[in-house]
């Protein structure tokens, strides 16, 4: 009898678990449907949006704090309503910016440290210029402070 063997480049991968004390637990991650990402990461920090009464928040982690969060923590919140997206400055790994249902979006400048004792309220800018909800936000990965915003039916540039 002859055996079949299927002809394929991965037929020798493997996956592993990651470690328990390198995982991130407790965080409460968004239940807002919208077709982009919940998180978003850059060699200094990592940025989740989370579920949040009374309007939109994410929060803003080191990348070398790692195990379980305290539900105390820290978070960017400034929007009115829910965050849809989340997008770090490809220049400066300090800067974020947040579309949102409010039709609003924000740049963020977070401390060297990432946040400690309070919550961000105040953004470093704030661009009004869509009339509907804000699901998209993306940096231009080699010009400077260029961010574009995308809505349902309307696509703005805009240069801080």
Not at 112 to 127: M, Y
Request: hydrophobic letters at 40%; aromatic letters at 6%.
């Amino acid at each position: 009898m002859a055996r079949v063997v299927r002809n394929s480049k991965f037929r020798h991968v493997f996956g592993q678990a990651a470690k328990k004390q390198d995982c991130y637990e407790n965080i409460r991650i968004t239940k807002s449907a919208w077709d982009s990402t919940f998180c978003s990461v850059n060699p200094k920090f990592l940025a989740i949006i989370t579920e949040s009464a009374g309007g939109g928040a994410f929060l803003v982690l080191p990348l070398d704090k790692i195990g379980r969060i305290d539900r105390d923590v820290p978070l960017v919140t400034g929007h009115k309503a829910a965050v849809l997206d989340i997008a770090w400055c490809p220049h400066n790994d300090n800067v974020i910016a947040s579309g949102s249902e409010d039709c609003t979006v924000k740049v963020w400048q977070i401390p060297d440290g990432g946040l400690t004792s309070s919550n961000l309220t105040q953004p470093a800018v704030d661009l009004v210029a869509h009339q509907r909800r804000v699901g998209q936000v993306l940096w231009h990965p080699s010009a400077l402070n260029i961010l574009l915003s995308a809505g349902n039916i309307e696509i703005n540039g805009s240069s801080k």
